[in-house]
């Protein structure tokens, strides 16, 4: 690029491409200051590159300080960490005594008074809690043997209530037996020997009586036709009857239909007198009422003009 560069201010700076009329020496100079000013350029764009690349690789190295700088101070957390771990595992030791059986821990640090202690040998201590352990061993024993014999209590308990309701239950049915209701064929079947001799002896009486009863019915429907006949005659004979007092009922009502409408006739005429009598004397009542509110008018007149 700067060669190209170069080759073209070498072809500006011909003299063929000066301006008519510009003098060679100052054309000179204008080209000399113009080559000045492009190398100034190039070396501040050149000056810029390499001032962008500083600032660059200023970023990154500021970057690996502050990532070294937190990686140390990690480091230094680790490092008081395990310094803290040490000196915890150098004071908190964790020492184990092997302490023979008989021996007692002493919380204090006092040595106590053995003057009042016994000595007893380790056999005897044995013998006793053989005992204990024998005597413990029988109460065991003999709590079970008692919950197994409460169980059993329990047990026969339970089927002794359950033999009192089977027994209720039982007594229950027999009542039941005894009040149920039983009806004659079954007492007859229970108690007689020849049950089915006499069923046919019952079922011949009533055949009889069935015979009997059909002798009967039969002279009794023949009665009874012989009254229908009879009741027949009579209702012909009561609605001839009953045609002649029809005709007769007639006649009398027309008779009564006349006497009614002279009766009424007589009745208005009456009844027309009283209405005019009641007029009459409401007419006069009203003529006595007007003359004495005339009065009464009066009197107010007068008073009212003593008053004045």
């Not at 501040?44 to 500021?62: H, S, Y």
């Not at 150098?90 to 040595?111: A, D, M, P, R, W």
């Not at 106590?112 to 040998?121: E, G, R, V």
Request: proline share 1%.
């Amino acid at each position: 690029a700067l060669t190209l560069l170069m080759k073209a201010l070498d072809e500006l700076d011909n003299p063929e491409q000066r301006p008519n009329g510009l003098d060679l020496s100052v054309w000179e100079h204008f080209c000399l200051a113009r080559r000045n000013k492009m190398d100034i350029e190039e070396l501040v764009r050149c000056k810029a590159l390499t001032l962008a690349e500083m600032q660059a690789f200023l970023q990154r190295r500021i970057f690996d300080d502050e990532k070294i700088k937190s990686e140390i101070e990690n480091i230094f957390q680790e490092l008081t960490w395990l310094q803290e771990e040490k000196t915890k595992l150098q004071l908190n030791l964790t020492v184990q005594f092997l302490l023979k059986q008989g021996q007692v821990e002493l919380e204090s640090t006092e040595i106590p008074d053995y003057t009042d202690a016994i000595l007893i040998n380790k056999s005897v201590i044995e013998e006793l809690n053989c005992i204990i352990m024998a005597e413990g061993e029988k109460k065991i024993a003999s709590m079970v043997q008692c919950k197994d014999f409460s169980r059993g209590i329990f047990q026969l308990e339970w089927e002794h209530k359950k033999m009192r309701m089977q027994i209720e239950d039982l007594d229950q049915k027999a009542r039941d037996i005894v009040t149920l209701p039983i009806s004659k064929d079954r007492q007859l079947f229970l108690t007689m020997l020849n049950y089915d001799s006499c069923v046919a002896h019952n079922i011949s009486m009533m055949e009889q009586t069935l015979c009997l009863l059909d002798k009967l019915h039969r002279k009794n429907v023949k009665n009874c036709q012989k009254r229908i006949k009879e009741l027949e005659n009579r209702i012909s004979l009561k609605d001839q009857a009953n045609y002649e007092l029809s005709l007769q009922l007639k006649e009398m009502l027309v008779s009564v239909s006349e006497r009614r409408h002279i009766f009424e006739a007589d009745d208005t005429q009456h009844v027309s007198e009283k209405i005019t009598r009641q007029r009459y004397q409401e007419i006069l009542k009203q003529k006595q009422l007007r003359r004495l509110v005339k009065e009464e008018e009066q009197q107010f007149e007068i008073l009212q003009a003593e008053v004045a």
